[in-house]
């Protein structure tokens, strides 16, 4: 009994920390279908985002032609993920539906958020305008 007991902890836990790598999944599917992520410094993105508790981490998104399509933003957990939309980014009037497990992945395109969630999005009207989350990187260009 006890053996059975810590196989059903152990395999719980292998479930937990697969269900927690969302980025390195999302990753895996977007480079499959030809595009590619780079990792963006934290110089680059607006201090909102980067002193948020949780974050991790930033990914532009390009399509095979190195055109700019999306970006990700990656977050400790998804509660982390929650509070940082229930504090900057609802006001800013961007779509909820766009959160995956602990990633906010913003593109006008509902391909690459569709092979990126396996979600089916294509109806949905939040693609039919570009809101790409510009706020949230830093002006370099000055």
């Known amino acids: 009994m006890k053996k059975i007991l810590i196989m059903i902890l152990f395999l719980g836990f292998i479930f937990i920390l697969n269900g927690c790598n969302a980025s390195s999944t999302v990753e895996r599917r977007l480079t499959q279908a030809g595009y590619s992520l780079e990792e963006i410094p934290e110089y680059e993105l607006e201090d909102f985002v980067t002193s948020a508790e949780g974050f991790i981490k930033a990914y532009d998104i390009f399509d095979e032609n190195q055109r700019y399509v999306g970006i990700i ?34 593109t006008p ?19 039919t305008t570009e809101k790409i989350i510009t706020t949230t990187r830093a002006n370099t260009e000055s």
């Open 109 to 127: 395109y509902h391909e690459v958020f569709n092979i990126a969630t396996l979600k089916n999005l294509e109806d949905s009207d939040l693609f």
């Open 73 to 106: 933003v990656e977050f400790e957990s998804v509660k982390a993920l929650d509070n940082f939309f229930d504090l900057e980014m609802r006001d800013a009037g961007l779509p909820e539906e766009l959160k995956y497990k602990n990633l906010y992945i913003d």
